[in-house]
């Protein structure tokens, strides 16, 4: 009976949601007439089961198992009518930041997005492994949430954007849009208006999105800089990052300003120093480049103007530099495309700022674009490499999870013959080249367990080889000589 999924859902709501005594009246009738119920539920709910719950997912199932018309708005708007007003929750964690810790506030935040279904249940359901790559290591994830920015717009129709202020609450046109149980709390950084929220993707933990009040276009200069060390200094836990100003080469939403934040060590936080740099105008600030899969410098420093001005040169610089003996053309007559992807952390008041160069430039000979994935590495992954990639988080998706299951049960057996399997399995066919691989090195007869590490290991080189791909100053005699050019271009020394 409905009727009963309601009191179970105010109990839920009491439980985990800080639904208050006083509101269960006005919120219970509300659900009375959007269920269609004439009359609530007078007797008993198992209590103890509610209470043990760590998220949504088993009072969702019930509700949709009762009532197969209720779409995934539908259950959005149910959580929110249960959820605090965006009011009380940004009191809330105004009230856990100053009287507690900053640490403690993002956590509240994060924890309400899940009991209310704004973060979902499929967040659990990743496979991940840890590649041991040759110059470190780094994560392999196959993403069982949607795709990031799935949605594209053609026009500014409100909202303008999915990641627009005026999405809080809003019911939506169709499933992608849902944002009724969505809650933001606003910051002032830089003297700006910004707003924190969760993000649905849950990309990594407390991943959460900074995002401009305005609807304004993505940059990448100085100022994208002073704002993450200013939010380093209210969140000190996180780290804060963002994608370049170019299309191709990170986010998909290039029209609303914002960040990527989260209470993680990602790979590229314990990547060893290949060259220590020096400006001698800023001694107060080291410099280095990193040996890591993607050209990446770091910048240290206890002076946050400092690592601005450092920043500011080096995005300056890269914008505009080009070297023909590596390919790198910034810009011409039709669009810019060489920007920098950025990354900072704060640790015992020294901050520290990872610059990644990017260009998304396209010829004929590398369609994906010269820096980027090439064609015959399209079969596992065939997205944008953003700055989670370039940082050692290598999102893989969803389809993987089968067809690596498939790869493993060819690698496992004499009885598969592989254009038998590529004919049963069309999304096998992008995969001959990496089966043929597997074959050729480890032959067949494994068990279905050691098959699967093989596959997940080849997949790992794979990642590893777009990653490099990716990097501007390639792991090779000109690569490097190309390096040290645009380390002189900066007049930077080598200590
Ligand atoms: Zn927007």
């Known amino acids: 009976m409905l009727s009963i999924t309601v009191e179970k859902l105010i109990y839920y709501g009491k439980c985990h949601l800080d639904l208050m005594m006083e509101d269960e009246m006005y919120v219970r009738n509300i659900l009375l007439h959007f269920l269609n119920i004439d009359e609530p539920y007078d007797g008993e709910i198992d209590k103890e089961s509610i209470e043990n719950m760590t998220s949504p997912i088993d009072i969702i199932k019930e509700l949709k198992s009762l009532n197969d018309k209720l779409s995934d708005n539908d259950i959005d708007f149910i959580f929110s009518l249960l959820t605090p007003r965006p009011k009380e929750i940004i009191m809330k964690f105004n009230d856990i930041y100053e009287s507690q810790n900053p640490s403690d506030a993002i956590e509240y935040l994060y924890n309400l997005s899940i009991y209310n279904n704004y973060i979902k249940e499929e967040r659990n359901k990743n496979i991940e492994w840890v590649f041991e790559g040759d110059i470190s290591n780094f994560l392999v994830s196959i993403n069982m949430m949607k795709t990031e920015n799935t949605r594209k717009k053609d026009d500014e129709s409100y909202p303008k954007c999915e990641l627009c202020s005026s999405n809080v609450g809003y019911y939506g046109k169709n499933n992608d849009d849902s944002k009724s149980n969505l809650r933001i709390v606003p910051l002032n950084i830089m003297n700006e208006e910004w707003f924190l929220e969760p993000s649905a993707y849950a990309h990594y933990n407390k991943h959460m999105l900074l995002v401009s ?8 200069n100085k100022k994208t800089i002073e704002i993450e060390l200013d939010f380093l200094d209210k969140f000190p836990h996180l780290f804060i990052g963002a994608n370049p100003d170019i299309e191709r080469v990170g986010t998909k939403n290039l029209n609303h300003m914002h960040f990527e934040c989260g209470d993680d060590t990602l790979p590229i936080m314990n990547a060893k120093i290949r060259y220590n740099l020096k400006k001698k105008e800023i001694p107060d600030s080291e410099i280095s480049y990193l040996d890591w899969y993607t050209s990446c410098f770091m910048i240290k420093s ?18 505009n530099y080009d070297d023909d003996s590596i390919n790198l053309t910034s810009k011409d007559d039709k669009a810019k495309y060489s920007s920098v992807a950025t990354l900072a952390i704060k640790t015992d008041d020294i901050y520290i700022l990872y610059l990644i160069p990017r260009n998304n430039r396209i010829i004929s000979a590398y369609p994906n674009g010269i820096f980027n994935t090439r064609n015959e590495n399209t079969n596992i992954k065939d997205d944008y490499i953003s700055l989670k990639e370039s940082c050692g988080l290598f999102f893989l998706p969803s389809r993987l999870n089968e067809e690596i299951m498939l790869i493993g049960d060819i690698i496992s057996t004499n009885y598969y013959s592989i254009s038998d399997m590529i004919s049963k399995n069309n999304s096998l066919e992008k995969h001959l080249q990496l089966i043929n691989n597997l074959l050729l090195k480890y032959g067949r007869k494994k068990s279905k367990e050691t098959a699967l590490e093989l596959v997940k290991y080849e997949i790992g080189k794979l990642c590893e080889k777009i990653l490099s791909n990716t990097s501007i100053f390639k792991d090779t005699i000109d690569g490097q000589i190309a390096l040290f050019k645009f380390i002189d271009s900066l007049m930077l020394e080598v200590k």
């Open 302 to 319: 206890r002076n946050k103007n400092s690592i601005a001005t450092l920043a500011e040169l080096f995005i300056q610089s890269f914008d």
């Open 213 to 220: 009040k305005e609807h304004t276009s993505v940059y990448t």
